[in-house]
């Protein structure tokens, strides 16, 4: 059983780095996945799956397998021609969530897609992104999925990304 409290101090000290790395030299430091299972697992309070569990990141209350994608879109940064990375339908998975975050890798929203609607969005004919490689527009995984956090209206209106995930 992974230590969500200890995971958290080490990401916390990660975080950090990030930040002032990404400001010093205009590139990411490559935390965003990491960053994005921990808030969602601390937040939603899912049990982190042990490394390289094969499709699935955490697992809930249920027993759904949960993969965990994340995406961190600095203030001013719009969703529209951003995509998720490869959700694989080879894998035994139950759902898949996204998580957005700041360029502080705060969380600004958390967003659950169930296997069956992705799956019919994967393999319908046309983009050689999402059929060969899985990568679904940010977009089209919200309007499959719902909001699980935080509910509707409470996201926090400082930043561009809120504004347009509300809309």
Known sequence: MIDIEKTGEILERARQAAVEYYALTGKPLGITGEMGEYLAAKILGLQLAEARAPGYDAIDAEGRRIQIKARCLPTGCRMVGQRLGSI????????????????????????????????????????????????????????????????????????????????
């Open 88 to 167: 694989r339908l080879d894998y035994q998975w139950d759902c898949v969530m996204l998580v957005l975050l700041n360029e502080f890798f705060e969380p600004q929203a958390i967003f659950e897609t169930a296997r069956a609607p992705l799956e019919v969005a994967l393999t319908e004919p046309g983009s050689k992104a999402r059929n060969e490689r899985g990568a679904l527009a940010i977009t089209q995984f919200i309007r499959l999925g719902k909001q699980v956090w935080p509910a509707i209206g409470a996201i926090p209106a400082r930043t561009a990304l809120s504004r347009e995930v509300v809309q």
